[in-house]
């Protein structure tokens, strides 16, 4: 039995390495596996090669992220193909034999790459002149987008809309591409007011260039320009012209400045138009005598039509814009601020019964009831503190200062929560730098509660030596500038 399965395993390794003839040169089997393993070693390690250098050793070189893919890329490809030209040679495959072979080939397939040629040579060309680079935000095909990947054959490119999309490279050279942010990411856009005919030209210039400079994002530098653009149908057209730092955020500055140029408006009592038409009508008695008589068929005089509109009562509730007003460290925002506010927040929705939070979960958001109720008890000992309903706020402190909570909240019944977290009021607190000292003025009225806290912070090992101070505005004030980096 032995002696059968040793001459079965002889002929099997005869056949595995048994030379095949190809023309003058022959292979075998063995030779070939051994070829593909080496071809997948050499793969997997120029991969490893480009992570390292564009994730490791080019970032710490101070290298920007698209010298890191180019670089990479190319040093990756250029090691593969040494890599594989040295694996035929090691292996004992004829170099020469195979370029006789690739010749022959490609007579017959030459045709059906001459698109996966072309790419191949765009693609060195986008990695060696660098008009196209990794991070780069550009315009094509009616799309726009970031690069995210530049390939030897294709662009990975993401869209503002979080899909992405595979550019051959030859679309990317032969056809024109706009390039927002090829030396900087600065560009202009330009906002088309319509301002009503008798208005002050001037004081629409001034309300316009106003509204510019209170966006963060606009440029001092060119400097914001009013264009007068033309007399409309039914309005004064005008222009703002304003330089961005950040084009690929264009739809949110627009919408910003939208929201600021309304505001600025109303507030210097300007108007905006609406197309106005005049209506002349023809035998008019005869329009009127024709309402008149289906009034009385309905069963109605004219003299008294039902009303079945709604008519507002006093208890409609409150604009999410009072409720943040009433908390005490938004009371003098302006309208443009407390919407920012209302636009960096988000809804929060408990079914009842449902934990918002356990005390001693990290303290890193703030809430306002919107609707429903929530309870507010000590977990650990089943003690009930007290119901906040619609309009209550609570959380303040613990994302203020960054303390655990001290105790637990649930949902009586079906609650929408406002929640603004830490990295919202983060950027609150960076574009406000005084609203900063008004909190510290205001928590430090509660000095008992406040040293209650710090306390409670010592204990649990969670107060820097760097801030921990027996004043308590002084704790406060670098609490503060530590959570929020101000």
């Given at each position: 039995?032995?002696?059968?399965?040793?001459?079965?395993?002889?002929?099997?390794?005869?056949?595995?390495?048994?030379?095949?003839?190809?023309?003058?040169?022959?292979?075998?089997?063995?030779?070939?596996?051994?070829?593909?393993?080496?071809?997948?070693?050499?793969?997997?390690?120029?991969?490893?090669?480009?992570?390292?250098?564009?994730?490791?050793?080019?970032?710490?070189?101070?290298?920007?992220?698209?010298?890191?893919?180019?670089?990479?890329?190319?040093?990756?490809?250029?090691?593969?193909?040494?890599?594989?030209?040295?694996?035929?040679?090691?292996?004992?495959?004829?170099?020469?034999?195979?370029?006789?072979?690739?010749?022959?080939?490609?007579?017959?397939?030459?045709?059906?790459?001459?698109?996966?040629?072309?790419?191949?040579?765009?693609?060195?060309?986008?990695?060696?002149?660098?008009?196209?680079?990794?991070?780069?935000?550009?315009?094509?095909?009616?799309?726009?987008?970031?690069?995210?990947?530049?390939?030897?054959?294709?662009?990975?490119?993401?869209?503002?809309?979080?899909?992405?999309?595979?550019?051959?490279?030859?679309?990317?050279?032969?056809?024109?591409?706009?390039?927002?942010?090829?030396?900087?990411?600065?560009?202009?856009?330009?906002?088309?007011?319509?301002?009503?005919y008798n208005s002050d030209t001037v004081l629409v210039t001034e309300t316009l260039l106003n509204a510019a400079y209170m966006e963060p994002a606009v440029l001092h530098d060119p400097p914001p320009k009013v264009m007068f653009k033309n007399f409309g149908d039914n309005a004064l057209n005008f222009e703002l012209w304003v330089w961005v730092n950040r084009i690929d955020r264009e739809p949110f500055i627009r919408s910003s400045l939208n929201f600021i140029i309304e505001h600025n408006l109303?507030?210097?009592?300007?108007?905006?138009?609406?197309?106005?038409?005049?209506?002349?009508?023809?035998?008019?008695?005869?329009?009127?005598?024709?309402?008149?008589?289906?009034i009385y068929q309905n069963g109605h005089s004219p003299e008294r039509i039902p009303d079945t509109g709604t008519v507002a009562t006093s208890s409609d509730p409150l604009t999410l814009k009072n409720l943040l007003r009433q908390v005490t460290y938004f009371q003098n925002f302006t309208d443009l601020e407390l919407r920012k506010l209302i636009e960096i927040g988000h809804r929060t929705r408990l079914y009842p019964s449902q934990f918002l939070f356990h005390e001693g979960d990290p303290g890193?958001?703030?809430?306002?009831?919107?609707?429903?109720?929530?309870?507010?008890?000590?977990?650990?000992?089943?003690?009930?503190?007290?119901?906040?309903?619609?309009?209550?706020?609570?959380?303040?402190?613990?994302?203020?200062?960054?303390?655990?909570?001290?105790?637990?909240?649930?949902?009586?019944?079906?609650?929408?929560?406002?929640?603004?977290?830490?990295?919202?009021?983060?950027?609150?607190?960076?574009?406000?730098?005084?609203?900063?000292?008004?909190?510290?003025?205001?928590?430090?009225?509660?000095?008992?509660?406040?040293?209650?806290?710090?306390?409670?912070?010592?204990?649990?090992?969670?107060?820097?030596?760097?801030?921990?101070?027996?004043?308590?505005?002084?704790?406060?004030?670098?609490?503060?500038?530590?959570?929020?980096?101000?």
């Amino acid at each position: 039995m032995n002696e059968a399965f040793k001459r079965i395993a002889a002929q099997s390794l005869s056949w595995f390495t048994a030379p095949i003839p190809l023309g003058n040169y022959s292979v075998s089997i063995s030779a070939i596996l051994q070829l593909i393993i080496w071809v997948l070693i050499v793969v997997f390690l120029s991969s490893g090669l480009k992570k390292f250098l564009k994730y490791r050793l080019l970032v710490k070189l101070g290298i920007d992220e698209g010298n890191r893919e180019a670089m990479a890329t190319i040093i990756s490809y250029s090691s593969s193909l040494l890599g594989l030209i040295i694996v035929l040679q090691s292996t004992g495959f004829n170099l020469g034999s195979l370029l006789v072979i690739a010749g022959g080939l490609g007579v017959g397939i030459g045709f059906g790459l001459q698109e996966v040629t072309r790419n191949f040579i765009s693609g060195l060309t986008l990695l060696i002149e660098r008009k196209l680079k990794v991070g780069d935000f550009i315009e094509f095909d009616g799309m726009s987008g970031y690069v995210q990947e530049v390939s030897l054959r294709s662009t990975l490119i993401r869209t503002r809309d979080g899909g992405d999309v595979v550019v051959p490279n030859s679309k990317l050279v032969e056809n024109k591409v706009l390039n927002w942010s090829y030396d900087s990411f600065h560009a202009r856009i330009q906002i088309p007011v319509g301002i009503a005919y008798n208005s002050d030209t001037v004081l629409v210039t001034e309300t316009l260039l106003n509204a510019a400079y209170m966006e963060p994002a606009v440029l001092h530098d060119p400097p914001p320009k009013v264009m007068f653009k033309n007399f409309g149908d039914n309005a004064l057209n005008f222009e703002l012209w304003v330089w961005v730092n950040r084009i690929d955020r264009e739809p949110f500055i627009r919408s910003s400045l939208n929201f600021i140029i309304e505001h600025n408006l109303r507030q210097n009592h300007i108007k905006i138009p609406f197309p106005q038409r005049d209506l002349w009508i023809r035998n008019g008695e005869d329009f009127s005598r024709l309402g008149r008589k289906k009034i009385y068929q309905n069963g109605h005089s004219p003299e008294r039509i039902p009303d079945t509109g709604t008519v507002a009562t006093s208890s409609d509730p409150l604009t999410l814009k009072n409720l943040l007003r009433q908390v005490t460290y938004f009371q003098n925002f302006t309208d443009l601020e407390l919407r920012k506010l209302i636009e960096i927040g988000h809804r929060t929705r408990l079914y009842p019964s449902q934990f918002l939070f356990h005390e001693g979960d990290p303290g890193d958001a703030f809430y306002i009831v919107l609707s429903g109720s929530v309870e507010v008890f000590v977990e650990k000992i089943n003690k009930h503190l007290t119901n906040l309903a619609a309009g209550k706020f609570f959380g303040e402190l613990s994302l203020m200062l960054g303390i655990p909570r001290t105790a637990s909240v649930r949902a009586l019944e079906e609650t929408i929560l406002f929640t603004i977290h830490h990295k919202a009021f983060q950027s609150i607190l960076q574009e406000h730098p005084e609203l900063a000292e008004e909190i510290v003025q205001e928590l430090c009225k509660h000095q008992e509660e406040l040293a209650q806290r710090q306390q409670q912070l010592r204990t649990m090992g969670l107060l820097d030596s760097t801030e921990d101070d027996k004043n308590p505005v002084v704790w406060v004030r670098k609490r503060l500038q530590n959570l929020f980096g101000l």
